[in-house]
């Protein structure tokens, strides 16, 4: 890993620093974070931080390297981007002058930076995590999990929550790196994990939700969808919501019953955004909706189009999307009315963070741009009227929510429990070590600590657990699930 550090040339340079910054547009400042994908762990979309009064325009622009798949995060003025040529950067909120640091890992970077206890955790293409410390971009520690991580990391104070493309989902230590548990799963894991109320909660291609205890990874449940989940879940007062590709909306209890289902007539490929008693999805098509989260009727619904669209997230009361035309959208939360639009020159694929009175998007072509509002008059824009329908939210055809098992059928192909010592490996000899502290300007090869080789020990044979129609739920693949604790060397 190599990297530069403008926090700690301008610390070592003392009166310098100060010349050195004159001259530079003053940022906004202030308390307000947005530590990771989605505002926090439990991928709600809801922040308590102040949105810039339309209309909005450009206050600040940087560009790095490689695309930019990734949603900004935004901590004590600072904003942390990563890139698909491997680039980690921290960059000053005014998104003026050179970075504050910059570093390259191993790998393109498709994962959302999480930050939390004065680090940066991320996944990458290499199959590491990786932890940076937000000072300088030093490692503090990076884990070989044998998987690429395409997902943005979920931190949740001592843990950090990831999934994998080889449909492997990782617990591991924030402080270190090492594995506390790992879960297998009969499909890929594209999106964060969310973690709320002590457990942690995977959606998976093969159509299942699958709900762990977070501490140690003990199986709380399994819930059978009616298709693909491509988005992340979100947690909200004792519930779990998850969209899937066959266009369904469904709303889960702690111990994996349903609550309801709701079509939202397309593929739900964006998370829900969940807080205030409302649930927003978004459609492929672009229709979006929002919903009670307690029997899912809908409040209102619009018909924006032109998907496909980021995951929406909601402060002041306002629902921010991102398109892929560059188009940044406002919908007021009480009516779907629209408050603003704001049109980029690129495409927007990662959902924004807003901090201070200010809305930060990565566009893909690879820049940051901070927008604040302007005096400016904005250009007259035709839009649609929001329409209001029928409650269209039904449940089972019981007219209750289904009773689902909490521990599958023992006869059911796929699941399988395994354990093994905290001394035998998550998966190749040596490649499946953390490596830490790396030491600054070196070549990132870090520490040498690896998990010792072993063989899984079978313990068991398969113990454990919209506008009109409802999707039919069908069991779509059964996961298979595995736990290894995993020693790792700092």
């Given amino acids: 890993m190599t990297y530069f550090s403008r926090r700690t040339v301008l610390a070592s340079l003392g009166s310098l620093a100060a010349a050195g910054a ?3 547009v003053a940022g906004q400042s202030g308390t307000e974070q947005w530590r990771q994908f989605c505002a ?5 979309g809801f922040a308590d931080v102040t949105l810039p009064e339309p209309p909005v325009a450009p206050a600040g622009e940087t560009t790095l390297d490689g695309e930019i798949r990734t949603a900004p995060a935004v901590v004590d003025d600072t904003v942390y981007v990563a890139d698909t040529a491997g680039t980690v950067a921290a960059l000053s909120t005014d998104l003026e002058g050179d970075p504050e640091w910059s570093v390259e890992v191993g790998g393109a970077v498709h994962s959302s930076p999480a930050v939390a206890n004065d680090r940066v955790f991320l996944g990458a293409d290499d199959s590491y ?3 940076l410390s937000t000072a300088d971009g030093s490692r503090d520690w990076r884990r070989n999990v044998n998987d690429p991580v395409r997902a943005p990391v979920t931190v949740d104070g001592a843990r950090v929550v990831a999934g994998g493309t080889n449909a492997i989902g990782y617990s591991l230590s924030s402080s270190g790196g090492s594995q506390v548990w790992r879960r297998v799963t009969s499909g890929e894991i594209l999106a964060a994990p969310a973690v709320a109320g ?6 998976s291609t093969d159509g299942v939700l699958y709900a762990q205890e977070a501490g140690g990874g003990g ?3 399994r819930f059978e969808t009616d298709g693909e989940i491509g988005a992340a879940p979100a947690a909200f007062e004792g519930a779990v919501y998850v969209g899937t590709r066959a266009g369904s909306l469904v709303s889960v209890t702690r111990s994996g019953d349903e609550r309801w ?3 939202a007539g397309a593929a739900v490929t964006a998370s829900p955004a969940t807080g205030q008693s409302r649930a927003v999805v978004v459609s492929e098509r672009g229709t979006v909706a929002a919903l009670s989260t307690g029997a899912g009727i809908e409040q209102w619904r619009r018909e924006l189009g032109g998907g496909p669209y980021t995951d929406p997230v909601v402060v002041d009361g306002t629902v921010l999307l991102g398109r892929a035309d560059g188009t940044l959208v406002g919908l007021v939360l009480a009516d779907g009315s629209e408050r603003f639009r704001y049109t980029v020159d690129g495409s927007l694929v990662a959902p924004p963070a807003v901090a201070n009175g200010r809305i930060y998007v990565a566009v893909a072509d690879g820049r940051v741009v901070a927008l604040e509002h302007t005096d400016e008059a904005p250009t007259p824009t035709a839009t649609a009227t929001p329409t ?4 269209t939210t039904r449940t089972p055809e019981s007219g209750t929510a289904t ?3 909490e521990t599958d059928d023992p006869g059911s192909p796929g699941m399988r429990t395994e354990t093994t010592d905290a001394n035998d490996s998550a998966g190749t000899t040596a490649a499946n070590g953390d490596e830490g502290n790396g030491e600054a300007g070196g070549d990132g090869s870090g520490g040498d600590g690896s998990d010792d080789a072993g063989t899984p020990t079978d313990t068991s044979s398969g113990s454990g657990p919209g506008f009109g129609v409802v999707g039919a739920l069908a069991g779509l693949g059964v996961g298979a699930w595995r736990l290894r604790d995993g020693d790792s060397e700092e």
């Fill in 22 to 24: 004159a001259g530079r």
């Fill in 40 to 44: 926090d762990a439990a991928n709600t």
């Fill in 129 to 131: 995590v990786y932890a």
């Fill in 198 to 203: 002590g457990i942690v909660y995977f959606g």
């Fill in 219 to 221: 199986r709380e449940f």
């Fill in 261 to 263: 289902q709701y079509d």
């Fill in 388 to 391: 209001r329908s029928p409650p």
């Fill in 403 to 405: 009773d689902r098992p």
